[in-house]
């Protein structure tokens, strides 16, 4: 059975830190391109963040110098690390795995919250 589950969200000061993580089970990991998406209250689904299963990443420009997405194929698990947080990155947080066009998981979401 596929699997992806996100934790690390929460509630956070603008300025602060998190860490995302999403642990995956049930397909070959090591061999899906990885993504974290999120969608803000109102607004469409949106990427944050992709990682080749070579390794290339890819950050979207709000998020570059911010945020750093990294996989571990071993640990089944991808993170994402979102430093110097602003109130626009209130979301829901997403990770996705695809093999297109046959193979497309998604976990079921995570809040993230920045606020005073």
């Known amino acids: 059975q596929v699997q992806l589950v996100e934790s690390g969200g929460g509630l956070v000061q603008p300025g602060g830190s998190l860490r995302l993580s999403c642990a995956a089970s049930?397909?070959?990991?090591?061999?899906?391109?990885l993504r974290w998406l999120r969608q803000a209250p109102g607004k469409e689904r949106e990427l944050v963040a992709s990682?080749?299963?070579?390794?290339?990443?890819y950050t979207s420009d709000f998020a570059k110098g911010r945020f750093t997405i990294s996989r571990d194929n071993d640990k089944y698990t991808l993170y994402l690390q979102m430093n110097n947080l602003k109130p626009e990155d209130t979301a829901v947080y997403y990770c996705?795995?695809?093999?297109?066009?046959?193979?497309?998981?998604w976990g079921q979401g995570i809040q993230v919250t920045v606020s005073s």
């Open positions: 996705n795995a695809r093999m297109m066009p046959q193979f497309d998981y």
């Open positions: 049930g397909f070959n990991f090591g061999r899906f391109y």
């Open positions: 990682i080749a299963s070579t390794g290339v990443a």
